[in-house]
């Protein structure tokens, strides 16, 4: 079944998909008597990659996605938490030095956690995530947290969770008090399904966003109407994390 997820998701991919209209327009184009068809599957995948790829775009599905975090805010800085768990954003390996890298993701929301667990007076900082075949992304952050300055009899790793669903049930294993207050940590964008996700084993879920696809319009306003690659990378984790939410909603009918 993880394996259909994985599939479905890369057919809802905007690049995939631009593809595929081409591809179209490329064979319409082929038979004389369907280039008109063809030009207007042209016409029309012209309009969605531009569409995809600019930035005013790719900031409203942003603000769509991720507004319930934005509308109301940062948790209480005084508030106690007794865990800060940060969900891996993806580890890579480089063989030929044999080590193996945080991704700008892991960093953004380790160095979030970090912040948190000191503002929150927690007790422990949990990371999370399995690897490939070098380090898994758990190991990763709680070297770096090491590094930061975290005891590391304060720090729990959980390397066994490939996804969303199973990092709640591995700190579900983890930990017998279902009371405990927890500070969940990952980017904006995927939170919602992240929270869902925890608030099935634990009552106390506070969100934690790291880092946010939104932001406030800025700039020459004419900018955010040319073609860019990062709207088009925007709206591609967007639409995977929609496919994400829709289908763990069937999993749990």
């Known amino acids: 079944m993880e394996q259909v997820y994985h599939i479905l998701k890369s057919f809802v991919d905007p690049v995939f998909i631009i593809f595929v209209f081409l591809l179209i327009s490329f064979l319409l184009s082929l038979a004389g008597a369907k280039k008109r068809s063809g ?3 042209l016409l029309l995948t012209i309009i969605m990659f531009y569409g995809f790829s600019i930035k005013a775009v790719s900031n409203f599905f942003s603000y769509k996605q991720e507004k319930e975090y934005i509308v109301s805010g940062p948790a209480e800085e005084n508030k106690q938490l007794d865990v800060i768990v940060a969900l ?13 890298y945080s991704s700008g993701a892991t960093v953004l929301r380790l160095t979030h956690a970090l912040r948190m667990y000191k503002q929150h007076d927690a007790k422990y900082l949990v ?3 399995a690897g490939h075949n070098g380090l898994s992304n758990a190991e990763v ?6 590094e930061l300055g975290v005891p590391k009899e304060r720090i729990r790793i959980e ?4 996804n969303t669903y199973e990092h709640a049930l591995e700190l579900n294993r983890m ?3 279902k009371k405990i207050k927890i500070g969940l940590v990952t980017s904006a964008c995927h939170m919602k399904r992240s929270e869902a996700q925890f608030r099935k084993f634990f009552s106390s879920v506070t969100p934690l966003p790291a880092d946010y696809l939104y932001a406030s319009p800025a700039g020459t306003p004419v900018l955010r109407f040319i073609p860019q690659s990062q709207p088009l990378l925007d709206n591609t984790l967007i639409f995977r994390e929609r496919i994400g939410m829709i289908w763990y909603a069937i999993k749990d009918i």
Not at 89 to 98: D, F, R, S, T
Not at 141 to 146: D, N, P, S, V
Request: charged residues 10%; aromatic residues 10%.
């Open 159 to 162: 390397a066994k969770s490939t």
């Open 39 to 41: 030009a207007l599957f």
């Open 141 to 146: 952050m709680a070297q770096m947290a090491q």
């Open 175 to 177: 930990f017998v008090d």
């Open 127 to 129: 990371c999370c995530g």
């Open 88 to 100: 891996g954003g993806g580890v890579y390996e480089i063989n030929a030095l044999g080590k193996t």
